[in-house]
Structures are given as C-alpha cells and as structure tokens.
C-alpha cells in the first residue's frame, strides 16, 4: 500500500467495514435485476373510462399503472399516490372520486369516478406524487337524464299493408341528444300526416332503442309522416310515400290428374299493384305454394322447390304434382314472405294412381329381327280413359318372361315419354329365339300400376312353309301325287285350303294373307285379302275357290320383318279348270 498515507488507509478500511456490516449474514451472491426493479417514468391508463350517466359511477373502474418506457408494471410499488382530475371539462361537469389512491403493485384503481354533468368529449388526467409524467384518457361521454325521443332508423317508402323495411326505431336520449340506456317505457306510432290505419305501431324501449318489428301501413299516400309519443315527449319522422297494396294472383292455376302425376299445366304467380297491373320490377319477393282446399295430400314441386322468388314480377313453377291419399277437387295457396295479400288457385281434381296398358302388343318374330308390329303402351285413368294431358310420365320396357335369357333392345330407346298419354317405341327385337313364349312389363315414373304384354315367340330365322292341306285332296285332279314343286289343279267351285306352318314364329300371331292372279298369263302383284290367326302350334287355314277357270298365288306375311322380300314365304298357286 505503497504511497497511500495512515489516514487514507485508515478511512477506506472503515468504509469498507461499515459496508459490511449492513448487509445480512445470510447472503451469499448478488441476484440479478427482476421486475421488482423496474423503474417506472410515466403513468398510463390501463383501463379507459367509458360512458356514464351523469352521477353514476364509472363502470368498468379506471385504473391508472405505473410503467417504464418498455411499459412494464412497476408492481414493487405499493406506496405511491396517484390522482385523476378533468382534463377536458365538456360540459362544466365536477369529478367525484378521483381523489389520491394509493397504488396496489404499481397500479391505482378508481372504482367510484362520477361527473355530475352530461357531455360529450370529456377527458381525464392522472398524476403522481412522484415524478412520473402525466397521462391523459381517450374522450368519453357522460350521459344525461332522459329528456327526449327522436327517431333513430326513420321510415322508408313501402307499399300498402307490406311490413316496413328496415325496421323504425325510436331513441331515448339526453339533452345533448346522447342515447340514455332505459329498459323501461314504451313509445306509440300514429300518422301525423297521411290516411290509414297502422299495424305493429307499438314497441318497448330496450337499451334506450324501441323497435318496431312488422310495422306496416294499410292505404296509399304520399309526404306521409310518423308521430312518435312517449307520455310528453314526442317526435316527428321524414316523410316517405306508401305505395299501392301489391297482393298475388295465379296466372295460371295447375290443370290436376292422377296422384303423383306431374301436372301439364303448371302453375305461375304473378305480383300486381292496386291497379291490377304487373310489377315487372320485383325480382326479389319470395312466393310460396301450399295447399288449400286439401282433401287430403301433398304438394311436392319436382323441378324448383315450393318457395320461389319472383323475376319480373312473376313466379314460374315447375314439376309440380300432389300425392292425393283421397282424391277430389283440390286448390292452392300463394303467400309472398314480403306480406302481399294472397291468391288462391282455380280448383282443379286429382284423382287416383293410374294404370298402364298396351295398347299394341309386341308383334314378335325371327331372333335380332325387329318386330312389326310395335309395342304401344298408354296411361288410363280410374275410368280406363286414356290421360291424353299427360305428357311427362315415363314408361319403361323390360322383358317379363324371358325363357331364354334374350336381351330386349330398341332402335330408340327401352323407355319413352308419353304424347298425349301414348309412349312409342320403335326398332325392338329380341336376340334369342325360344320355342316358349316372351312377355313384356312395362312400368313408369311416377310409379303407375304396371302391365304386362300379350305372349308372343321369337323363333330363328327362316321362312315359314307352306303346303297344301291334306283336307282338300278331293278338291284336286288328280287327287294325289302333287309337290310343292307341281302345278296344283282343283275342280271349279271347289275349295282348296292351304295351310301354313311356322311353330313358334306364329304361335298366336295374326298373320296377312297376300293374293295374286294370273291375267293372260301374267301374275298380278300380291294384294292384301284378310287376316288369319295362326293357332297354339303355328299353323294357318286359309280356304278359297274359284268358280270359272283360273289361277292364283298365295302368300302370307307375319310380324317380324318390315319387307316382303324377308317377311313373306314362298308363294304355292292353284289353277281351277
């Protein structure tokens, strides 16, 4: 310790010993800064003051903090005071309440601040004992004793007995204009100016605001004003114009048919004014159909829904029918969601399920070879009528009895949609041949009883034979000895019959006999003369003679081919001399 004198020395040492000596025995290191050593520079208002009544304590409680620059807490003080005071005085109003509080953890609580005066714009100001700078709140309102009503959402033009759109509101409010929070009271609507009665004119007050929900007004007029009345205080609206009453009608009213049977005729809801003329505006209003005259059943609509909105003031429905458990005469109802006065449809009648039928039956004929004859099926009411306004049920084909598995196509499609109450098929053959009989089903969309065709064969092809029955061997000369291949001769005035053999081809088919004649040697074309029933196995008789000399050609044509050249057998002549 060179260079330091004894009474240097000495007052260092005693420092040191007096340091010492201060701290307690149990430290053993020095820990590092935390948040009790914050060291806090200003005041802030860490939960703001809102609106008030005048007089009424301020809810939420403002609380002031005390925090550094990085905004931290000084939470190690529970010394200090705080103060708030008016900062900006709106409206001359005295502070209750804001008098020295002592900080709890570095944070001043004022649970009982009132000013005692209504205006808007007040701020506060907060200040400490210590030498923090100030802090300044956001603005508030105080808010005065009831002194008025005003209209808050004024009326809007609207048309006549149509709920008023947006909703008319009435306000409470202070002197300052200042809505006052009331839950208690109720204000009253009547015309001030205008003709007409009101609906929905009454509403209570709920945090200061009365809402009139459905208001409406029953006649036309124009500069139309509302008075509001609350006890003494009243209110008058801007003017608005009401307009005609819109109401609904049906332009047309849905023709019926048969349960579940979607109607030809549609209907369609038109919005008209007090004039009876379109509203071609409207494109927003929501029309709906139910049932009013309901004997029992329901509405369904295939292709929109029951509710729609109108375009160019009309409603277009679509696929509409109803599901009758009783049937009877039957009308609708229209409501619009905007409150037109409704319209109820013409009456129309719906009946029973109807029923399936063929009307043409499938003519058969060779395997893969279209038929002749084919299939028609139509729709019969409960009066075995046939429904000729149905034009949008669907009949299906499909094979009943199906003995050998065969496929059934159609050139056009296996199902159609009825015309009139006729569905047409075309082009339709089956693939595989079958000594037993085919049936057809035919069913629908909606769901009609079905039906079931008539039997009929699918043979392989070939030509049906033909020969010369063994019955009319008396009537030939000579009287045997002939084929297929010979000139066959008969007795004048004498009968010969040909028969004609198919099996499963003809089985129960009806068959066209062709007739031909030999003039001066030349055979004339084949004509249409009758037709025959084949029997269960195939067979056809057919008889006939001649009374002066002469000859003919016969041959037959049977459902299965289109063509003559296909469709007829080889033709077997006789020549009576």
Known sequence: MRGISRRRLASIMGAALFTIGLLPSSVAAVSPPGPA?????????????????????????????????????????????????????????????GDSTTVSNGVATFSNLKIDAAGVGYTLVATSSGPLSAATSNAFTVI??????????QPSNTVAGAAMTPSVTVKVEDALGTVV???TGSVTLTLASGPGSLTNANASFSNGVATFTGFSIDTAGTNDTLLATDGSWTATSNAFTVTGAYHLAFVTSPNGGSSGAIWSQQPAVEVLDSGNNLVAS????LVSLSISTNPGGTLACLYTTTTLHVTGGIAYFSGC??????????????????GYASAVSGSFSVGASETLAFVTQPGGGAAGTTWTSQPVVE??????????????????L??????????????????????????????????????????????SSPSWTPATSSAFHVSSSGQVKLAISSGSALGLKPASGYTTKTPKYATVGRYVTWQFTGGAALAGQRVNILVATRVNGVWSTPKYLKSAWADSSGVVAFAWS??????????????????????TSTPLGVYWK
């Open 37 to 97: 050593d914050v060291t806090a520079t200003k005041l802030v208002f860490t939960s703001q003051p809102t609106n008030s009544l005048a007089g009424a304590a301020i809810n939420p409680a403002v609380t002031v903090s005390e925090e550094d620059a990085s905004g931290n807490v000084m939470t190690s003080d529970s010394t200090s005071q705080v103060t708030v005071a008016i900062s900006n005085n709106a409206a001359g109003g005295t502070l209750a309440g």
């Open 144 to 153: 005065g004793s009831p002194a008025q009503i005003a209209f808050g959402q």
């Open 181 to 183: 929070p009331v839950n």
């Open 282 to 285: 409207d494109n927003s209003s």
């Open 321 to 338: 029918y109803i599901n009758a458990t009783t049937p009877g005469n039957y009308t609708l109802l229209a409501t619009s969601g905007a």
């Open 379 to 396: 729709v019969l009411n409960a009066s075995n009528a046939v429904v000729t306004t149905d034009n949008s049920t669907v009949v299906y």
């Open 398 to 443: 499909s094979i009943g009895t199906n003995p050998a598995g065969g496929t059934l196509s159609c050139t056009g499609n296996t199902y159609e949609t009825v015309v009139n109450g006729y569905a047409y098929f075309s082009g339709c053959s089956i693939n595989l041949a079958s000594s037993s009989a085919y049936t057809l089903t035919a069913t």
């Open 546 to 567: 001649l009374r002066s000399a002469g000859a003919i050609n016969v041959r037959i044509q049977w459902p299965g081919s289109s063509t003559y050249a296909v469709s």
